[in-house]
C-alpha cells in the first residue's frame, strides 16, 4: 500500500470514528439503558471476571454465554474505567477495525475504490450502528467475522503453514464470540479442502492442521466445563434454550395465527414463564406452558447444562409433534433473519426510520441479487468464498434456531463488499 492509499485509509477510519462517535452521543441514553439492564448478563459476567477472576452468575460459575466479549469487559474494568467508557472505547476500536479488513478485502477483490466504498457502507449500517450502543455481541462478531474471512482469503492466496495457522486462530476466536462461527468454519475448511491450490496431500494436511488448531483453541474452555459440570459443554449452556425459543407451542400458535391473518403477538415472557417450570416434570411433551402447569410442585432440579439439554429435548418433542408448524416456522425464521424492514415497536422507532432501514437493506440485496445472478462464479473468488461460507452457515442455523434482523449483523462486511462490487463494475482482479 502507497502513502496516498495510506493516507485515504488513514481518513476513512477517522471518518468511521466521528461517525460511530456521533452515534454514541445521540444514543447515549440507549446505551445507558442497556448497561443497566444488561438483557444478555454480558457485563454481569464481565464484572464478576474483573472483581473475582470467576466466570460466574450469582455466584456460581456457568457457561451460560460465550467467554470472549466479557472477558474484553473484564480488560476495561479491570483497569478502572466505567463500563459506559470501555464499552464506548471498545465498540469503537471494533468499529475501525471492521472497517479497516472491508477495505483490504475490497482491494484485494477488485481496487481502491471498492475498498473504500464498502468500508462507507459499513461505517453507514443501520444494525451495526444500533447495536454499537448495546451491551451485545453484533460490533465484536462483525469484526471477528470479517477478520476470519480476510484470513481465509490470504490463505487462498498464499497456502502455506503460517496462513493456515492464523485462519484456525481467527476461527476459534469467533467461535468464543459466537458458536454459529464453529458452523461456518467446519463448512469452509471443507470448501478449502476443494480450492486450495495446492496438492491433495497438502490440502488434507493443511485442512486437518486447521481443523485441529480450532479444537485446540476450543479445548480449554471445554475443559473448564467438563471439571464444573461433568459433561464437556463446546459452547454454551444457552443453545438449547434459542432453539425452544422457536419451537414450542407458543410459537406454533402464533405462526398459526398468522396464517389466519390474527395479529396475535409472540411474548417472550410468556415463553420465559414455561420455561421456570422445567422442574415440575421430567417428560418433554408436557404443558409447561398450560395454567396446570403453574399449580404443580416442583419434583425436579436441574443445574443449567441438564436445563439445556432438556430445553433441547423439549424443543425436539414439539419438533417432531408439529412438522408443519416447525416447517412454516423455519420460513418464518429465515425471513425474520433476512428481512431489509425492522419490526414495528412503538416508542422505539418511527415509520420513518424504519423505511429508511427497509429501503437501505433493499438496494443492498438489489446489488448482491445482481451480482448473484449474473456473476455468480465470481463468489469463488478468494475474498468471497469464505464470505459465501458464512451466509450459507448463518442462515441455515437460524432457519431453525431463534432468529431476527440483528442477528445477520457478522454478514455485513461481505453484503456490503458484493454491493460495492456490483455497484463499481464487477471486474475482480482474478479476472484481470
Request: charged share 15%; proline share 3%.
Amino acid at each position: 500500500m502507497n502513502r496516498k492509499m495510506r493516507n485515504r485509509l488513514l481518513l476513512l477510519l477517522a471518518f468511521t470514528c466521528v461517525v460511530r462517535i456521533c452515534v454514541l452521543f445521540a444514543l447515549g441514553e440507549q446505551l445507558s439503558a442497556s448497561i443497566k439492564q444488561d438483557v444478555d448478563l454480558y457485563l454481569h459476567l464481565g464484572t464478576s471476571l474483573a472483581d473475582s477472576s470467576t466466570y460466574a452468575l450469582d455466584g456460581n460459575p456457568t457457561a451460560f454465554r460465550p467467554a470472549l466479549y466479557p472477558v474484553l469487559l473484564a480488560v476495561g474494568l479491570k483497569l478502572g474505567l466505567s463500563a459506559k467508557l470501555w464499552i464506548v472505547i471498545l465498540h469503537l476500536l471494533l468499529a475501525v477495525g471492521t472497517v479497516w479488513i472491508t477495505v483490504l478485502l475490497g482491494q484485494q477483490i477488485k481496487d481502491e475504490k471498492t475498498g473504500w466504498l464498502a468500508g462507507l457502507l459499513v461505517t453507514f449500517d443501520p444494525i451495526l450502528l444500533n447495536q454499537s450502543v448495546l451491551v451485545m455481541t453484533e460490533t465484536l462478531a462483525t469484526f471477528l467475522a470479517v477478520l476470519s474471512i480476510w484470513r481465509v482469503a490470504k490463505l487462498l492466496d498464499h497456502p502455506g503453514l503460517l496462513n493456515g495457522l492464523l485462519t484456525a486462530i481467527a476461527f476459534g476466536l469467533a467461535g468464543y464470540c459466537r458458536p454459529t462461527f464453529y458452523v461456518y468454519a467446519l463448512l469452509t475448511l471443507v470448501l478449502l479442502l476443494f480450492t486450495l491450490q495446492t496438492s491433495l496431500a497438502k490440502r488434507l494436511m493443511t485442512t486437518f492442521a486447521m481443523g485441529c488448531v480450532v479444537l485446540f483453541t476450543l479445548s480449554p474452555w471445554v475443559y473448564r466445563n467438563y471439571q464444573l459440570f461433568d459433561k464437556p459443554v463446546l459452547a454454551t449452556t444457552h443453545g438449547g434454550y434459542t432453539l425452544l425459543l422457536g419451537n414450542n407451542p407458543l410459537y406454533y400458535q402464533q405462526a398459526k395465527q398468522q396464517l389466519d391473518n390474527s395479529d396475535s403477538i409472540y411474548e417472550a415472557q410468556a415463553f420465559d414463564e414455561g420455561v421456570l417450570r422445567f422442574n415440575v416434570s421430567e417428560d418433554p411433551g408436557f404443558d409447561f406452558w398450560s395454567a396446570e402447569a403453574s399449580l404443580k410442585e416442583a419434583i425436579i432440579s436441574r443445574n443449567e447444562v441438564e436445563r439445556d439439554a432438556f430445553c433441547y429435548a423439549v424443543a425436539f418433542h414439539h419438533i417432531r409433534a408439529n412438522q408443519v408448524s416447525f416447517a412454516h416456522g423455519c420460513l418464518t425464521r429465515l425471513k425474520a433473519f433476512w428481512t431489509p424492514l425492522p419490526a414495528e415497536i412503538p416508542g422505539e422507532r418511527s415509520d420513518i426510520q424504519r423505511y429508511a432501514v427497509g429501503l437501505w437493506y433493499v438496494l443492498i440485496y438489489l446489488l448482491v441479487a445482481n451480482f448473484t445472478l449474473f456473476h455468480t462464479r465470481k463468489w469463488a473468488h478468494s475474498g468471497l468464498l469464505a464470505g459465501l461460507s458464512m451466509i450459507i452457515a448463518f442462515s441455515l442455523m437460524h432457519t431453525v434456531f431463534w432468529s431476527n434482523m440483528r442477528m445477520r449483523a457478522p454478514l455485513i462486511p461481505v453484503l456490503c463488499l458484493v454491493a460495492a462490487i456490483s455497484f463499481l463494475g464487477t471486474k475482480t482482479e482474478a479476472d484481470s
